[in-house]
Nanobody, 121 residues
Framework: QVQLVESGGGLVQAGGSLRLSCAAS????????MGWFRQAPGKEREFVAA????????YYADSVKGRFTISRDNAKNTVYLQMNSLKPEDTAVYYC??????????????WGQGTQVTVSS
């Protein structure tokens, strides 16, 4: 059973940057496609970004394209989300998840506990 632990959230002013990390337990990390999702108060969880098992392909929601970058280090069992030019509407709890087959949103699971990101205006 893979466990995911997110970190790196915090309070930042609009226009600032944060880097989130998601550390995975277990030996099979490099086989999984990984993703970041977020959930703002009163809203449904939404897709943010995903990266293929090799790191060779990345996918982004339109709302973060050009500002966020997802990457992974399979030697460290860790996936990252670099967030630049943050906006107040990026405020949410950010979760990472894995997908054993492809990058379809419905296929993601094994959610971490989340890390809070708050962007002040």
């Amino acid at each position: 059973q893979v466990q995911l632990v997110e970190s790196g959230g915090g309070l930042v002013q609009a226009g600032g940057s944060l880097r989130l990390s998601c550390a995975a337990s277990g030996r099979a990390f490099s086989r999984y496609n990984m993703g970041w999702f977020r959930q703002a108060p009163g809203k449904e969880r939404e897709f943010v970004a995903a990266v293929s098992w090799s790191g060779g392909s990345a996918y982004y929601a339109d709302s973060v394209k050009g500002r966020f970058t997802i990457s992974r280090d399979n030697a460290k069992n860790t996936v990252y989300l670099q967030m630049n030019s943050l906006k107040p509407e990026d405020t949410a709890v950010y979760y990472c998840a894995l997908n054993r087959n492809g990058v379809s949103i419905q296929g993601f699971g094994s959610w971490g506990q989340g890390t809070q990101v708050t962007v002040s205006s």
